[in-house]
């Protein structure tokens, strides 16, 4: 992903979005991973290499890859809006830094958990992280809360911090997936509960690139645990690749919209998305050093 300005030193990295659809589940993860600068002929041709055809794309859903300096790797699966459950909230976390910048070494606004947010967090319905009502936490400590235990209720509090109520905040998510030309996408909700949430593989990936230019989004997503503020949980990365082959993030997220069980649709979806990134980080030095 690209980082914005250009730095000396900063190596070049890989980004992958998976959305795995099995049965009636819906499963996603979005996966990152670092890797040497591309050089040489060919780097940075928009061109899909030809041995991308031979990949172990997954069977199902629809997925979607892009190497930076080198280009697309294709799409495979219809591109069909597909419910993407909770990775909507690297949507969510897009607008909130885009509209409350955060600098790697800031802690950032303050935002005080009302008593809706510390009371969804004893949901036994949905993914949540604990929050204790009134009490202050920083606009970093919410995004860590949101991506790494995928927080429902920190999205739905960090949209009501920022623009007063879910609704309003889904139309400033919705214009942002505009800007970015996610013309496929539809947002309903910060937190992707909802499952009239939709968007596809391709388009996500646009979303990709933008949110990783972020330098404090970058290292939240990599962080492998925090200590929850006020209870002393601790709250691990649900992104069970992380630190795998190189993978530095992104974020992952399930729903059983007629029931079924979302932990062999996740299961299959992190086996498939291991499978394609080792077949990418293994393809890429031999394309990197073809004439």
Same mark, same amino acid.
């Given at each position: &992903?690209?980082?914005?300005? #250009? ?23 979005? !996966? ?70 955060? %600098? ?32 202050? !936490? ?7 809360? &949101?991506?790494?235990? %995928?927080?429902?209720?920190?999205? #739905? ?26 013309? #496929?996408?539809? !947002?309903?909700?910060? %937190? ?19 949110? &990783? ?26 992104? #069970? ?13 399930? %729903? ?36």
């Amino acid at each position: &992903m690209s980082a914005g300005p #250009r730095r000396p030193s900063r190596s070049r990295s890989a980004a992958l979005y998976l959305s795995a659809a099995l049965l009636a589940s819906t499963a996603a993860g979005w !996966y990152t991973f670092g890797g040497e600068e591309p050089s040489g002929p060919g780097a940075g041709s928009a061109a899909v290499p030809s041995w991308s055809a031979d990949l172990p794309w997954p069977a199902e859903g629809q997925s979607s890859a892009e190497v930076e300096g080198l280009g697309s790797l294709g799409t495979r699966g219809e591109q069909t809006p597909v419910p993407i459950a909770s990775i909507t909230k690297v949507m969510t976390a897009y607008v909130i830094l885009t509209h409350h910048p955060l %600098s790697a070494d800031e802690q950032g606004t303050e935002v005080t958990a009302d008593r809706q947010a510390a009371d969804e967090s004893y949901s036994l319905s949905e993914s949540t992280a604990p929050l204790v009502a009134d009490r202050h !936490y920083t606009q970093r400590q919410l995004l860590e809360l &949101m991506m790494l235990p %995928s927080g429902n209720n920190v999205a #739905r509090l960090l949209a009501r911090w920022d623009a007063g109520s879910q609704e309003e905040f889904a139309k400033k998510m919705n214009k942002a997936a505009s800007e970015l030309g996610m013309d #496929r996408t539809i !947002y309903t909700g910060a %937190s992707g509960i909802e499952a009239s949430t939709k968007s596809t593989a391709a388009d996500q990936l646009k979303l990709a690139r933008a949110v &990783m230019k972020n330098e404090a989004f970058r290292q939240i997503v990599a962080t492998p645990s925090v200590t929850a503020p006020g209870t002393g949980a601790q709250i691990r990365n649900s992104n #069970r690749l992380l630190g795998q082959d190189g993978v530095i993030g992104l974020k992952t997220g399930s %729903s059983t919209p007629a029931g079924t069980n979302p932990t062999r649709a996740m299961t299959a979806a992190f086996d498939a998305s291991h499978t394609l990134i080792t077949a990418i980080r293994d393809a890429l030095p031999q394309t990197l050093a073809a004439p």
